[in-house]
């Protein structure tokens, strides 16, 4: 893979990688809990929550681990930036190598999430 | 490295950033309440309940569809005191202004007729209905009087930075108002659609 | 101190007199000044903290031992709902943000102000106006008495005809306007206002955390607000959200509650985790480890504390397939804060650590939060959860995390930053004896919660008959309560004492590495005479950076002499790229408060056309107040 060399296009993949996990996680959470809510109340809807749930969770999956790999990019590809240089090259690092947190958390988020929906029967009461 | 060498940018002033924290906090409002207005149509079977006709959808979306239509002028009043023209700006205000207030006493009318044939008395379904539209319409009133605020504010034909601040908060307002009035248009209107 | 050339000197008194507020009370009430306001949020939030403290030691001397008849079964049920609402709402919230952000946020960013230092006095007003309007309730009669989280269909009218609901959801609203001001001052401030340099990866800490703070206020009190307005309008007018016949649910009060309830745990808890990534470099003598890594676990604690809130309501027969995403991020919430720990315990480990008063505290901080955390995470296990849910566990879990991990660096800030808002030294050796009593107290009184509530103690009991096993551990708790007391009398008895007759302090007596410490103490009216450029993380060891701002001081560069000025940034990278006119010292703040008191006490007594014109004409006072331009 080809590292990008100009500091917008790191920029960019700096801001994706902060921002995409918590996002996808987000958008998880939210349409995953209101299927679950949708089907389990008197309007029903009569849908069937479980493959949304997993599908959703697959493709939050995927993006987490596509902001990971973007984080990661630009930490090696501004290894002889330290974390408190001028910016903007200073401040991407600083960014980038925040980042690389949200990967493991967040996959795990995403995951226990998507296999804990579909665990169990869609409505029965805990 | 001398930090007062570095070319002067024009970036968001201090009060367009608070405008917009506003804006999203106002955002994070109106979410709840159409969190609240789906919770409570997954509760029910029927939905409007039963004897409550379903809303009308044409006039609405064409009340909203003119509401939208003030974006441009705003936005355009905004990039107007940005640049410093003042006497443009104000003609772009009062043609948004003017809009919005037909705008705003025709919904009146009709909310007012709303709530006497529905009262927010009669069940969860109206009771939710009417707030979420009542709120709406609040916000769109309030955007009134920023506008008009405004106006008096650039009546001597000169922009500060005060000034071209405030009008670029008040554009964005209305940007933020004017989307939250499609989602509650749409969820208003959701069970005739 | 160094004498002052001529030329600075008359700089620096030219500043003095443009920045100069009014004397006496009507400067108080008036004032604009980030510090004052500040200093007031401090002030008042202590006295409802006492207030708090009180109502905890009745229901602490009731609970002593079985069959105690000291008040009857209303009174507590007012005292601890009015307990819990107070520390929250009235003490926590506002010293975190308050008082501690506004005093040193804009200090730290090398500003002169907040961003809108009007606003910063309107919502300190407000506050005041709020805690007292809950508190009319209490005085008239009409306390709240439906506990804290206030659940319908307790509190709605045919269960409760009373004020009380009506003082608290009212009152709340009001405090809500309160605190949504300060929180987008701060975040405006921490956007705009930062010192030349101050790009993000130099931002302090602290100021991520009241970031994450007060961004996550702005998106957690419309979900309380809402279903505030719910209820008052179910109330007073007859609508329907929370009834079953109607179409409504009461569950849906308890979703829009945990929803702004639980974040606002870590409301409470972040300005705390700031003022511990403040205390613990300056006295480990070294830069905090993993500072991106801090930084961005303060934010993803705010940001994934969205994520948690129906583990308050795992016993209320939701299906398990919606719990589970509840259960999930409560476990992962954990992950954060833990990286903040290790932070924490690397740093002191690797530095070399002074023991003095303030990481004393911050030390007990890390202790209890390890604790409370550690039976937080219990609770994202559902069937525990189940069996413990409204016992005396819950009790002890969250008074761990809320006093144990929100107070205590709170009081270690409190004698952190003493010299600098006073110019004063506090006394060491009686700082160190009241850390202990307070430590040993707050164990005492907490931990045997644990064991008495997995006895099955229930919350919210008035009084418990002998003989179920729980009277020695209540007694100890209570016995607890009284030695935390003594401990915090102290705390407030030396700082009084040292406020008079401590040894100056100087700028910097503990070689602190912010920028607050590179002002005189107490800092003047302006702050800085010449706004300081920043080139690290920890611009106050920076000494070349000093030096330099010095030099500039000499030549008359960056002091803005010309008005109440101040340069304004760039977000990402702090560019200066404007010069903002801040506004001086107004009346309409207080004028504009007063109405909206107005319009909250009318609104209790249903008078609502009279309301409405009160809202008007507090409109119109928030107009002539933005029609003075700050330039002018």
Redesign the interface.
């Known amino acids: 893979m080809r590292i990008p060399r100009s500091l917008p296009a790191l920029e960019a993949l700096q801001w994706f990688g902060l921002l995409a996990g918590?996002l996808a996680?987000?958008v998880e959470?939210v349409l995953?809990?209101?299927a679950?809510?949708?089907r389990?109340?008197?309007?029903g809807f009569g849908l069937d929550?479980h493959p949304y749930q997993l599908a959703a969770m697959t493709v939050a999956a995927a993006i987490v681990v596509a902001g990971e790999a973007a984080a990661l990019l630009v930490f090696v590809a501004l290894r002889p930036v330290g974390?408190?240089?001028?910016?903007?090259p200073?401040?991407i690092?600083?960014?980038a190598?925040?980042?690389l947190?949200?990967g493991p958390?967040f996959l795990?988020?995403v995951l226990?999430?998507g296999f804990?929906?579909?665990?169990?029967?869609?409505?029965?009461?805990? | 490295m001398n930090v007062f060498a570095v070319p002067a940018r024009r970036s968001r002033a201090r009060g367009w950033w608070g405008m917009a924290l506003f804006a999203a906090t106002e955002a994070t409002l109106f979410g709840t309440i159409f969190g609240t207005y789906v919770y409570l149509r997954f509760k029910a079977v029927h939905w409007p309940p039963d004897g409550i006709a379903s809303p009308s959808i044409t006039i609405p979306l064409v009340l909203t569809g003119v509401l939208l239509a003030t974006s441009a002028p705003m936005q355009l009043a905004s990039a107007a005191a940005r640049s410093g023209r003042a006497r443009r700006a104000q003609a772009l205000l009062l043609l948004a202004l003017v809009v919005q207030a037909g705008y705003f006493a025709m919904q009146l009318q009709r909310y007012a007729d709303d709530v006497q044939a529905h009262p927010p008395q009669l069940s969860a379904y109206t009771s939710i209905t009417q707030l979420m539209v009542g709120a709406d319409h609040f916000h769109v009133f309030v955007g009134l009087l920023l506008n008009l605020f405004l106006l008096a504010k650039l009546m001597d034909g000169r922009v500060t930075a005060y000034r071209r601040t405030g009008v670029q908060a008040a554009a964005l307002y209305w940007h933020v108002v004017n989307a939250l009035t499609v989602v509650v248009v749409l969820l208003q209107l959701s069970p005739s659609l | 101190m160094t004498v002052l050339a001529p030329p600075v000197e008359e700089r620096v008194e030219l500043l003095d007199r443009i920045w100069e507020e009014r004397p006496g009370v009507l400067g108080w009430l008036t004032t604009v000044d980030h510090k004052r306001i500040g200093l007031l949020f401090f002030f008042t939030s202590l006295a409802f903290f006492a207030a708090g403290g009180v109502e905890a030691l009745v229901i602490r001397t009731q609970l002593a031992g079985p069959d105690q008849r000291l008040v009857g079964p209303q009174t507590f049920n007012e005292l601890m709902t009015m307990h819990g609402t107070t520390m929250i709402f009235l003490f926590v919230v506002p010293m975190g943000l308050g008082a501690f952000g506004n005093y040193l946020v804009p200090l730290m960013l090398g500003a002169r102000d907040l961003a809108f230092p009007r606003l910063n006095a309107l919502s300190y007003w407000i506050f005041l106006a709020s805690g007292l309007f809950i508190y009319t309730g209490l005085f008239v009669g009409q306390g709240p008495d439906q506990g804290w989280f206030s659940y319908v269909p307790l509190a709605l009218k045919q269960f409760d005809p009373s004020l009380g609901p009506d003082f608290y959801a009212l009152g709340l609203i009001f405090n809500g306007l309160s605190t949504t001001a300060t929180a987008i001052n701060l975040v405006t401030t921490i956007f705009k206002l930062r010192a030349p340099g101050m790009s993000l990866n130099r931002l302090p800490l602290f100021c991520y955390a009241q970031l994450a703070a007060a961004g996550s206020a702005l998106i957690l009190l419309p979900p309380l607000t809402l279903d505030l307005v719910l209820l008052e309008l179910q109330r007073k007018a007859g609508f329907h959200f929370f009834d079953v016949a109607a179409g409504g649910s009461p569950m849906l009060w308890q979703h829009l509650f945990w929803l702004f309830g639980h974040p606002e745990v870590y409301l409470i808890v972040l300005p705390a985790f700031g003022i511990t990534t403040s205390i613990i470099p300056t006295f480990a003598k070294r830069k905090m480890v993993a500072a991106p890594l801090v930084a961005l676990a303060e934010l993803l604690v705010a940001f994934i504390g969205f994520g948690v809130w129906a583990h308050h309501m795992f016993s209320t027969g939701m299906p398990t397939s919606a719990l589970v995403f509840f259960a999930a991020a409560t476990f992962m919430v954990v992950i954060p804060s833990t990286v903040q720990i290790y932070a924490w315990l690397f740093t002191v480990n690797l530095g070399r650590p002074e023991f003095r008063t303030p990481l004393l505290f911050v030390g007990a901080f890390i202790v209890f939060f390890v604790i409370g955390g550690l039976s937080g995470i219990m609770f994202a296990a559902i069937p525990f959860d189940q069996a413990t849910t409204d016992t005396y566990f819950v009790v002890a879990h969250f008074h761990f995390i809320i006093f144990g991990a929100a107070v205590f660096p709170i009081l270690g800030g409190m004698f952190y930053w003493f010299p600098k808002v006073t110019g004063r030294m506090y006394h060491e050796g009686w700082a160190k004896a009241s850390f202990w009593l307070t430590f040993s107290g707050t164990a005492l009184t907490f931990f045997p919660m644990h064991i008495a509530g997995l006895l099955g103690m229930p919350r919210r009991v008035y009084t418990y008959p002998h003989g179920l096993g729980w009277d020695g551990y209540n007694l100890a708790e209570t016995i607890g309560g009284f030695i935390l007391t003594a401990g915090l009398v102290l705390i407030a008895a030396n700082l009084v004492f040292s406020r008079l007759r401590g040894a100056p302090a100087g700028p910097n007596p503990f070689r602190g590495p912010t920028l607050e410490w590179a002002t005189s103490s107490p800092p003047p009216p302006y702050n800085f005479a010449v706004i300081p450029t920043v080139r690290s993380e920890y611009p106050g060891w920076d000494d070349e950076a000093l030096f330099e701002d010095r030099r500039r001081l000499e030549r008359g560069l960056g002091t803005y002499p010309d008005g109440h000025r101040q340069p304004e940034a760039t977000v990402r990278d702090a560019y200066p790229d404007d010069v903002a006119d801040m506004p001086s010292e107004s009346g309409w703040p207080v004028a504009v408060a007063v109405l909206l008191s107005l319009m909250f006490a009318l609104t209790l007594t249903s008078h609502f056309v009279a309301a409405g014109v009160v809202a008007g004409l507090a409109g119109l006072a928030a107009a002539a107040w933005l029609w003075k331009e700050p330039a002018e």
């Not at chain 1, 974390?83 to 903007?88: A, L, R, S, T, V």
């Open positions: 918590p996680y987000a959470h995953g809990l209101g679950t809510l949708a389990c109340n008197p309007a929550p974390q408190e240089d001028n910016p903007p200073g401040r690092r600083f960014l190598a925040a980042s947190v949200l958390i795990t988020l226990l999430n804990g929906a579909v665990y169990d029967g869609p409505c029965r009461q805990a």
